[in-house]
């Protein structure tokens, strides 16, 4: 799926022709002894704080006020390599303004778009604690990309402010090797999906169908409850290599069951007395649901409760060889014991591996981004 890297003790110990570079607002090109090499007052991004100080200091940390439709270039790398580590932390509440686009190999439209908080597990209020693999998000709002990125000829890596203010501060880090791409490796593609579902039809989309050959490797879900009682009695499902609009290959028992949980996620013997049974988060390598807000309150007033969970197929990634499309239903209970549909609000955020750059679906407009 992805060349050799450091994913063991083995292959760290293991000596090779790779060479580490990394990109940063104190390394803007990634250059050999480029970093570090800025003068106080040297451009717009340049702090204050180190007006004392000067070439060789802490002068250029961070990108600066990044104002309202405007885009940066967080990298711009020759190949071949492999981003290995991306490491991001933005002011609170703009992790949905700010959209994160990759293009391979100068393809005309990028293999990744996602809203900067959702690709890090990280898109309901930006203050998850992600324990996982590939991904980790640390206090406060820290987050850490360990997802191989691997490019062969170009990777450029923007982000863009959708939002309606600049935003002040944008503190980032991509470390990459530069090294042989082997013959058979993918590209990292993302994509992101939002709807509200329908009672008629009570199923979202986490995956539109998407051409070529690969490794599915992961699923976040931002799950806003706008329908009462129990939410994730729904399958997720993946359909794969032509399969039909009914007739998925790979179906699952269950919301709570795909992401790893049981039973609602509820410990019944942790319910409060005459109170009702919440569910308690867990973030463990692979699989976790680690925010599940209830009975929060914004400056326009209370939210419905939201629930953040992922899973990532890295020691079982669904592989395809033609195409793959992924759904998850909405249902809960009614009374009788019967399934409910639900209308709940979902945005999902998919990661695989294609054979090939291949365009993913543009994002929506703001209005259709908040998380709130």
């Known amino acids: 799926m992805v060349p050799p890297g450091p994913l063991g003790l083995d292959s760290v110990a293991r000596l090779d022709a790779r060479r580490t570079r990394s990109v940063s607002a104190e390394n803007p090109t990634g250059a050999v002894a480029g970093g570090?090499?800025?003068?106080?007052?040297?451009d717009g991004h340049c702090t204050p704080a180190a007006r004392r100080l000067g070439r060789g200091w802490k002068v250029r940390p961070c990108l600066r006020n990044l104002?309202?439709?405007a885009s940066f270039t967080l990298a711009d790398l020759e190949g071949p390599g492999v981003v290995r580590h991306l490491w991001m932390t933005v002011p609170p509440g703009v992790h949905r303004w700010l959209r994160l686009e990759a293009t391979y190999d100068d393809a005309r439209e990028p293999s990744i778009?996602?809203?900067?908080?959702?690709?890090?597990?990280n898109g309901i209020d930006g203050a998850a604690g992600v324990a996982s693999i590939p991904i980790a998000v640390n206090p406060h709002g820290g987050m850490n990309s360990y997802w191989p990125m691997p490019f062969r000829r170009r990777l450029q890596l923007l982000i863009h402010n959708d939002g309606p203010e600049a935003i002040k501060e944008i503190f980032y880090q991509a470390t990459y090797t530069l090294e042989e791409v082997v013959d058979g490796t993918g590209h990292l593609h993302v994509a992101w999906r939002r709807s509200t579902t329908g009672r008629d039809h009570p199923e979202h989309t986490i995956l539109e169908p998407l051409a070529g050959r690969g490794h599915y490797v992961g699923t976040y879900l931002v799950w806003n409850q706008l329908?009462?009682?129990?939410?994730?009695?729904?399958?997720?499902?993946?359909?794969?290599?032509?399969?039909?609009?009914d007739a998925p290959t790979i179906?699952?028992?269950?919301?709570e069951d795909y992401f790893g949980g049981a039973w609602g996620f509820v410990e019944h013997n942790r319910v409060p007395p005459g109170g009702a049974p919440l569910p308690s988060t867990y973030s463990t390598a692979y699989l976790g649901y680690p925010q599940?807000?209830?009975e929060a309150t914004t400056p326009?007033?209370?939210r419905p409760p939201a629930h953040g969970l992922y899973r990532w197929h890295l020691p079982d990634p669904i592989a395809f060889e033609r195409d793959i499309r992924a759904t998850v239903q909405a249902l809960g209970w009614w009374p009788d014991g019967t399934f409910q549909p639900l209308a709940d609000d979902i945005a999902s955020t998919a990661f695989l591996y294609l054979a090939e750059p291949t365009p993913v679906p543009a994002l929506p407009p703001m209005a259709a981004r908040w998380p709130r």
């Open 36 to 42: 570090a090499q800025a003068n106080p007052g040297d």
């Open 67 to 69: 104002e309202p439709g």
């Open 113 to 121: 778009r996602v809203p900067l908080g959702d690709f890090f597990a």
């Open 227 to 245: 329908s009462s009682r129990w939410w994730g009695e729904g399958e997720v499902k993946f359909f794969l290599d032509g399969d039909p609009e």
């Open 251 to 255: 179906c699952g028992t269950g919301t």
């Open 292 to 294: 599940a807000l209830y």
């Open 300 to 302: 326009i007033g209370p």
